[in-house]
């Protein structure tokens, strides 16, 4: 039995080798291993679907290109292309809404004031600045005091020879 199972594999390997080796065997000479060649034959004849014949001694026809053109995936439809609607917009010619120069905030708070008989002299702090000033004096080239009365004090701005008012006490 032993014999019998050694001659069954060896049978079935012979019969492998033969069905590999076989079709190399009868492979032409002439047909090695070239790439393929696209031949876009011209279109003469109106018959689609035909290859053109070749000769029975002349060289194999080189292999046509079937490949798509286009998007294999691409969207299609038998609905017609929907129509974008035109918009036609009229040029609006936007003149720039010029604001009036305006008095920035005042930035000075009332801090005292100091009456001499002769001389008021009132005191004025921005931020960490403290100013002592009288009536004509320039603050940082910007401001001008230019009246100081029991109630307020009038301030110019000078860039724009604006007038603003500080409250500097009560009338009592």
Request: avoid cysteine; charged fraction near 15%.
């Given at each position: 039995m032993n014999n019998k199972r050694v001659m069954g594999?060896?049978?079935?390997?012979?019969?492998?080798?033969?069905?590999?080796?076989?079709?190399?065997?009868?492979?032409?000479?002439?047909?090695?291993d070239t790439e393929a060649v696209a031949v876009v034959a011209p279109a003469k004849d109106k018959s689609s679907g035909t290859l053109p014949a070749t000769k029975a001694g002349a060289a194999p026809a080189a292999i046509k290109d079937?490949?798509?053109?286009g998007d294999l995936f691409a969207a299609r439809s038998w609905k017609a292309a929907p129509t974008l609607a035109s918009v036609t917009e009229q040029a609006v010619n936007v003149t720039p809404v010029v604001?009036?120069?305006?008095?920035?905030?005042?930035p000075f708070q009332f801090i005292g004031r100091m009456d001499d008989r002769s001389d008021l002299q009132v005191f004025l702090q921005n931020g960490e600045k403290i100013y002592v000033v009288r009536k004509g004096d320039v603050i940082d080239e910007t401001w001008k005091i230019e009246r100081i009365s029991d109630m307020e004090l009038s301030l110019v701005y000078l860039p724009l020879h604006m007038s603003q008012t500080l409250s500097v006490g009560s009338a009592q």
């Open positions: 594999w060896v049978a079935f390997l012979g019969v492998s080798a033969a069905l590999t080796w076989l079709p190399e065997y009868f492979k032409k000479a002439d047909d090695t079937l490949g798509p053109a604001q009036a120069p305006t008095v920035p905030p005042m």
